[in-house]
C-alpha cells in the first residue's frame, strides 16, 4: 500500500482480555517500530524491528506486551491480560532501514480502550 | 539516557502571526533531532531533521527550526501561521542505541 496501514483502528476490550493489534509497514521498509501514545504523555517507544537482527525490546513496559514480525514485513503487537493503564493509541513505524534516522513514516494508530 | 521537553503543552496563535514552539533537549553526544506534526485523525509527519551541518533546518509547510547546541534547544518557527497549521507537535531526539524519544507534544491551536 501507499503508507503503513494498522488494524483495528480501535478496540475496546474488558479487563483481562488478551489483544492483538497488526501492522502492515510500507513495502520494501525493513524497519519497523511500535510507541505508545498515551494523553499528555508524548509518544512512548516500545520496540523495534530492523531486518532479520533481534529486536531492541528495551521498551516493552512488561512482560504482558510482546511484538512479532513475520517474514520482515508484518508486526502483530499482542497485550495480554489488559489493564486498564493500557489505553492508549498504539502507533507503529517504518523506514528504510539502514541509518536508524531515515525519516519514520507512521500509520493512523489503534486505540485500545481497556474497560 | 535522552530525553526531550516541550514545556508549552497547549499554544493559541492568531492566523498570519508568528510561531515558535520551544524545544529543549538532553543527551551526552551530538543528537539527531526531529520535529513531527500530528494532525487530528492523522499519522505523524515528518516535518524536519536535523543531523549535522547547517544549524537552520528547512522543513515541509513553511517550517523551520534552529538547532542551538549552547542552549540544548531545538525551536521550531513558522512566520506566519495559517488555519490548517492546528495540530500537535512532536519534538523527537535519535540516540546512538536505536531509541528515538518523543516530548509530550505541544497542542496548536489558531484562532482566526
Known amino acids: 500500500g501507499a503508507g503503513v496501514s494498522q488494524s483495528p483502528s480501535n478496540k475496546v476490550t474488558e479487563k483481562g482480555k488478551d489483544v492483538e493489534l497488526r501492522c502492515d509497514p510500507i513495502?520494501?521498509?525493513?524497519?519497523l517500530y511500535w510507541y505508545r501514545q498515551s494523553l499528555g504523555q508524548g509518544l512512548e517507544f516500545l520496540i523495534y524491528?530492523?531486518?532479520?537482527?533481534?529486536?531492541?525490546k528495551s521498551g516493552l513496559p512488561s512482560d504482558r506486551f510482546s511484538a512479532e514480525r513475520t517474514g520482515g514485513s508484518v508486526s502483530t503487537l499482542t497485550i495480554q491480560r489488559t489493564q486498564q493503564e493500557d489505553s492508549a493509541v498504539y502507533l507503529c513505524?517504518?523506514?528504510?532501514?539502514?541509518?536508524?534516522?531515515?525519516?519514520?513514516?507512521f500509520g493512523p494508530g489503534t486505540r485500545l480502550t481497556v474497560l | 539516557a535522552q530525553s526531550v521537553t516541550q514545556p508549552d503543552i497547549h499554544i493559541t496563535v492568531s492566523e498570519g502571526a508568528s510561531l515558535e514552539l520551544r524545544c529543549n533537549y538532553s543527551?551526552?553526544?551530538?543528537?539527531?533531532l526531529f520535529w513531527y506534526v500530528q494532525s487530528p485523525g492523522q499519522g505523524l509527519q515528518l516535518l524536519l531533521k536535523y543531523f549535522s551541518g547547517d544549524t537552520l533546518v528547512q522543513g515541509i509547510k513553511g517550517f523551520e527550526a534552529e538547532f542551538k547546541r549552547s542552549q540544548s534547544s531545538f525551536n521550531l518557527r513558522k512566520p506566519s501561521v495559517h488555519w490548517s497549521d492546528a495540530a500537535e507537535y512532536f519534538c523527537a531526539v535519535g540516540a546512538s542505541n536505536n531509541d528515538m524519544r518523543f516530548g509530550a507534544g505541544t497542542r496548536l491551536t489558531v484562532k482566526p
Open positions: 513505524a517504518s523506514h528504510l532501514g539502514g541509518t536508524r534516522y531515515n525519516e519514520q513514516f
Open positions: 524491528f530492523q531486518g532479520n537482527s533481534a529486536p531492541d
Open positions: 513495502s520494501g521498509h525493513t524497519a
Open positions: 543527551y551526552g553526544a551530538t543528537p539527531y
